[in-house]
């Protein structure tokens, strides 16, 4: 054990953490007054449930002994064997740390999937869902990137996630939009964020955490890590900077809620290459991410569907742009474990990024339709009209934010 | 006796304030409204979505005064709380039939 890598990784651990309150605050302040406790709820209530889930079989599910390349299967349940030797996905910690660490990952990936159906979702429909969601669509799909499954077997580089929880959470966020509806008044009524101050919180809270979660992701105190940490801080910058450009170019104003989300893009677009690029591809990562998201977020209103806090355009869309974005500026100038991209003279490289991507696509899709169907029969997925119209704070939890 | 409903830009209501006051007001409730009348709301725009705003906020200043009063507390109100703009708000008069002073019972004039 390498006490060094062991005290970086116990931080970074607690700073991924730290990242799904901050998701509550960037969510949180762009619903209506009305909404604000339940969905500050639905993020920070994750950090409840999927850790129960991963102890008792999220772990082994998706970092467990491979079964046929598509899940773990159940040997370490209950963190059976699972101590504080180090290895097998780590020489240098804890087998333990490195479990934590990856439980801040799973905890995140759902709670970003609430944004989709904000103010309208019923509360035992939201937690039937994470349930059921990070049990068949996160812990097979982590499995197969990291936990020895299929993808990580054949050369595709993730290297903290842009597939397993950016393009997983997005695709899920599509489907979850589409099927509950749209909110009541979508197109006619204006649905004003209440609190853009805790947005920008929140984001800058999610912005220190992303250091953790990016550059923990090279599990070690070193070189690599140095190179995430770098590449995290430039795209996400460039990315504010270009989201904020184009609202200025088109529609006249730069606002605080670009910003805001720009940098989110930028993060969530570096991610799977931040261990693998130079800080100058990371500038050009962040660049085309807040541009692209901003157009993804437009065309919403175009193709008709309530996506309240723009998941699919944030996380969706900059998570694949990443995944390509790997396959072009991935340098093994940069990280010798890695490869080379198109851009570095490796064209193949961009091809399995794309499969990966889109197979990830694919199954979230289509298991997220299954899930949302049979919680929409045995429970319902939406409040009635009349909790709809009192707010969901009231409705669902007997509280409201503010009494002033 | 006479109300004095007055609504303003929000800005305005220290320059009100201290109007009133150098002739003698020495009272006022004051209260946040939105409202619109000529002066169009504006555009606000959130990720690419632009909203209408029809109401701005205004500040709605009531007086009670004697009778013999009103003119000059109008003219006064007007003065300070003119900018040259559309929006700068309107002065209403109205009738009040009784005033009465909770701590002493005073009715009337003695309780404005």
């Known amino acids: 054990m390498n006490t060094g890598d062991t005290a970086f990784m116990l931080v970074a651990t607690a700073m991924v953490m730290l990242m799904t309150p901050g998701l509550a605050l960037f969510y949180g302040g762009m619903v209506r007054a009305k909404n604000v406790l339940a969905t500050l709820m639905q993020s920070f209530l994750c950090l409840g449930i999927v850790s129960i889930l991963w102890v008792a079989f999220g772990y082994s599910m998706a970092f467990g002994p491979d079964v046929g390349g598509f899940v773990g299967d159940l040997t370490w349940a209950g963190l059976k064997g699972v101590g504080t030797e180090v290895g097998p996905y780590s020489d240098t910690i804890p087998h333990l740390l490195f479990a934590a660490f990856q439980m801040m990952f799973a905890v995140i990936t759902p709670a970003l999937i609430t944004g989709a159906f904000a103010e309208r979702i019923k509360f035992t429909a939201y937690l039937a869902f994470t349930v059921l969601w990070t049990t068949l669509v996160y812990f097979p799909v982590c499995h197969w990137v990291w936990g020895g499954g299929w993808i990580g077997g054949h050369g595709g580089l993730d290297f903290a996630g842009g597939t397993v929880i950016h393009i997983n ?48 992701s090279a599990l070690s105190a070193g070189k ?126 961009l091809g399995i990024q794309a499969m990966d991507a889109f197979s990830t696509i694919i199954y979230s899709i289509v298991v997220t339709f299954v899930i949302l169907k049979v919680i929409d029969v045995v429970i319902g997925l939406r409040v009635s009209r009349d909790e709809e119209i009192q707010g969901l704070d009231l409705t669902q939890h007997s509280e409201t934010g503010y009494s002033l | 006796m006479k109300k004095i409903e007055a609504i303003i830009k929000p800005f305005k209501l220290d320059d009100v304030k201290e109007a009133l006051n150098k002739i003698g007001i020495k009272g006022m409730t004051v209260s946040e409204v939105k409202g619109y009348g000529r002066q169009k709301g504006h555009k606000e725009i959130y990720r690419g979505a632009e909203y209408e705003v029809d109401f701005i906020p205004k500040t709605k200043i009531e007086i009670i005064i004697d009778a013999g009063q009103v003119d000059q507390v109008v003219e006064t109100i007007r003065e300070a709380a003119n900018t040259d703009k559309i929006g700068d708000g309107k002065i209403f008069v109205l009738p009040i039939e009784e005033v009465v002073r909770v701590r002493t019972g005073e009715k009337g004039r003695d309780a404005i």
């Open chain 1, 169 to 216: 959470s997005g695709a899920a966020a599509l489907v979850a939009a589409i099927m509950i509806g749209k909110r009541k008044g979508w197109g006619r009524e204006p649905f004003h964020p209440h609190n853009l101050g805790m947005t920008l919180l929140g984001a800058g809270i999610l912005w220190f955490g992303w250091f953790g979660f990016n550059a923990g």
């Open chain 1, 224 to 349: 690599i890590a140095t190179v995430a940490f770098f590449a995290t801080q430039v795209a996400s910058g460039a990315a504010a900077l270009s989201w904020i450009a184009m609202e200025w170019l088109t529609q006249g104003k730069p606002t605080t809620l670009g910003a805001a989300s720009g940098a989110i893009a930028g993060l969530v677009a570096i991610t799977p290459g931040s261990g693998f690029v130079g800080p100058n591809s990371a500038i050009i990562i962040g660049l085309v991410a807040g541009a692209l998201c901003y157009f993804a977020v437009l065309s919403k209103s175009k193709l008709g569907y309530d996506d309240a806090l723009d998941v699919v355009g944030v996380h969706g869309v900059g998570g694949l742009w990443g995944a390509l974005a790997t396959g072009l500026f991935a340098s093994t100038a940069v990280n010798p474990g890695g490869a080379d991209g198109l851009f570095f003279g490796n064209p193949a490289l």
